[in-house]
Antibody, heavy 119, light 111 residues
Framework: EVQLVQSGTEVKQPGESLRISCKTS????????IAWVRQMPGKGLEWMGI????????KYNPSVLGHVTISVDKSISTAYLQWTSLKASDTAMYFC????????????WGQGTQVTVSS | NFMLTQPHSVSGSPGKTITISCTRS????????VQWYQQRPGSSPTNVIF?????PSGVPDRFSGSIDSSSNSASLTISGLKTEDEADYYC??????????FGGGTRLTVL
């Protein structure tokens, strides 16, 4: 069974750094894309970026480019989403999801990681 | 760049049929596949339609997808509505410049 298990809830202050994770199992991690999707409180889904683990090709949504970094650790089949300086506007639920291809659908999804940034 | 526009909300009674539209602005709806996702309250999204019309295993055949080039839109139709269908539904597509785009989401209320 394909599973994506995300790290737990985070509460941070503005300016702090953070890395959240998405540990995968049940398939060949290296040869499927992993996407990150943001959902701000009470809002819809927003694609943030997508990575191909085998060679770390990454595509970012221009709205987040330069503010977040997507990476993987192939040795532990895990993808990451990282910030060096959080803002209050980063408060959201973050989902990872597997995609067969860069034009493909997302399935399955992780359970989500809630990030709250507040002073 | 392109956008996908959905109605904010739709409603229907149990047993009835509803349709949710997803209109593409900036490019042809047929140029890239459309996917649909269901998100129940407090849960992660799940895929209910992929590649315009295909249904993942486990999704009831009450769910169907279509595209209409004349209106440049995709549609998700749910027949035989059940209370468990009450959720937010999102369309999603792609282009080589913008990459992935989600529609704004439609809240389905089963009255």
């Amino acid at each position: 069974e394909v599973q994506l298990v995300q790290s737990g809830t985070e509460v941070k202050q503005p300016g702090e750094s953070l890395r959240i994770s998405c540990k995968t199992s049940g398939y060949n991690f290296k040869t499927y894309w992993i996407a990150w999707v943001r959902q701000m409180p009470g809002k819809g889904l927003e694609w943030m970026g997508i990575i191909y683990p085998d060679d770390s090709i990454i595509k970012y949504n221009p709205s987040v480019l330069g503010h977040v970094t997507i990476s993987v650790d192939k040795s532990i089949s895990t993808a990451y989403l990282q910030w060096t300086s959080l803002k209050a506007s980063d408060t959201a639920m973050y989902f990872c999801a597997k995609a067969d291809g860069i034009r493909s659908w997302l399935d399955p999804w992780g359970q989500g990681t809630q990030v709250t940034v507040s002073s | 760049n392109f956008m996908l526009t959905q109605p904010h909300s739709v409603s229907g009674s149990p047993g009835k049929t509803i349709t949710i539209s997803c209109t593409r602005s900036g490019g042809s709806i047929a140029s890239n596949y459309v996917q649909w996702y269901q998100q129940r309250p407090g849960s992660s999204p799940t895929n209910v339609i992929f590649e315009d019309t295909r249904r993942p295993s486990g999704v009831p055949d009450r769910f169907s997808g279509s595209i209409d080039s004349s209106s440049n839109s995709a549609s998700l139709t749910i027949s035989g509505l059940k209370t468990e269908d009450e959720a937010d539904y999102y369309c999603q597509s792609y282009d080589s410049t913008t990459f992935w785009v989600f529609g704004g989401g439609t809240r389905l209320t089963v009255l």
